[in-house]
T-cell receptor, first 115, second 111 residues
Framework: KAGVTQTPRYLIKTRGQQVTLSCSPI?????VSWYQQTPGQGLQFLFE???????NKGNFPGRFSGRQFSNSRSEMNVSTLELGDSALYLC??????????????FGPGTRLTVT | DQQVKQNSPSLSVQEGRISILNCDYT??????FLWYKKYPAEGPTFLIS?????DKNEDGRFTVFLNKSAKHLSLHIVPSQPGDSAVYFC??????????FGTGTSLTVIP
C-alpha cells in the first residue's frame, strides 16, 4: 500500500509570510503527527491529530498550527515565518493515537527554507 | 531544554566491526525507548525499541541496551555494514504522550 506522502517536497518562503504543508497518511491510518527537524535540535514533536482532534502538542509557539480532515489528511500551517523556521518538516501516521515504533510510519518530509 | 541527548554527532567504523551509538535522557518517567534510522531524502524508519521493564533487546545485528539508573541507552550494530551508514536518532516517550528525539548521530561504515 502507498506510504505517507507529503507535499510540497521543497518550499522557499520569505520572512513574514505564511506556509501550509500537507500530509496524506497511509490508507486506514487515523493518527498524524508532525515533527520539525533542524541540525541543532534534531527531531522535535509539534503535534498529533487523531480523528480531527489535536491529541498532543509539543512546545512550539502559536504560529504553528494544524488541522486534520475527515479523510485523515492533515495540514500544518506556520504564520509569520522566521528564519529559524527553516527546517525539514516530517509527518508520521499510525493506525491510532499513541502508537509508536514499528506502528508509526514517516513521510519523506517537506524542506522549508525561509529567506 | 533537551530531554534527550546524543553527544556524538558523527561516528566512523570499519565494516565488520561494532558500532556503538549512545543516547542520554533526563527524565526517569520515560518508559519506552526507540531507535530510528534515517537516510537522506527519506523519513526516519523504526529500527528497534525497548521498554523500561527490560535492559536489553536484540533483533538480528541490532541490540539496544537500557541502563535506567544512568538514564542511558545504546545501540550496538554487529557486524557493521556499509548499508548501515545513515543518521540514527534515539527517541523516548512516556507512553501515550509526547515523543522526544535526540539530535542524531551520523554513522559512516567504511568498506
Amino acid at each position: 500500500k502507498a506510504g505517507v506522502t507529503q507535499t510540497p517536497r521543497y518550499l522557499i518562503k520569505t520572512r513574514g509570510q505564511q506556509v501550509t504543508l500537507s500530509c496524506s497518511p497511509i490508507s486506514g491510518h487515523r493518527s498524524v503527527s508532525w515533527y520539525q527537524q533542524t541540525p541543532g535540535q534534531g527531531l522535535q514533536f509539534l503535534f498529533e491529530y487523531f480523528s480531527e482532534t489535536q491529541r498532543n502538542k509539543g512546545n512550539f509557539p502559536g504560529r504553528f498550527s494544524g488541522r486534520q480532515f475527515s479523510n485523515s489528511r492533515s495540514e500544518m500551517n506556520v504564520s509569520t515565518l522566521e528564519l529559524g523556521d527553516s527546517a525539514l518538516y516530517l509527518c508520521a501516521s499510525s493506525l491510532s493515537s499513541g502508537h509508536w515504533g514499528d506502528e508509526q510510519y514517516f513521510g519523506p518530509g517537506t524542506r522549508l527554507t525561509v529567506t | 531544554d533537551q530531554q534527550v541527548k546524543q553527544n556524538s554527532p558523527s561516528l566512523s567504523v570499519q565494516e565488520g566491526r561494532i558500532s556503538i551509538l549512545n543516547c542520554d535522557y533526563t527524565n526517569s518517567m520515560f518508559d519506552y525507548f526507540l531507535w530510528y534510522k534515517k537516510y537522506p531524502a527519506e523519513g526516519p524508519t523504526f529500527l528497534i525499541s525497548i521498554s523500561s521493564i527490560k535492559d536489553k533487546n536484540e533483533d538480528g545485528r541490532f541490540t539496544v541496551f537500557l541502563n535506567k539508573s544512568a538514564k542511558h541507552l545504546s545501540l550496538h550494530i554487529v557486524p557493521s555494514q556499509p548499508g548501515d551508514s545513515a543518521v540514527y536518532f534515539c527517541a523516548v516517550t512516556n507512553t501515550g504522550n509526547q515523543f522526544y528525539f535526540g539530535t542524531g548521530t551520523s554513522l559512516t561504515v567504511i568498506p
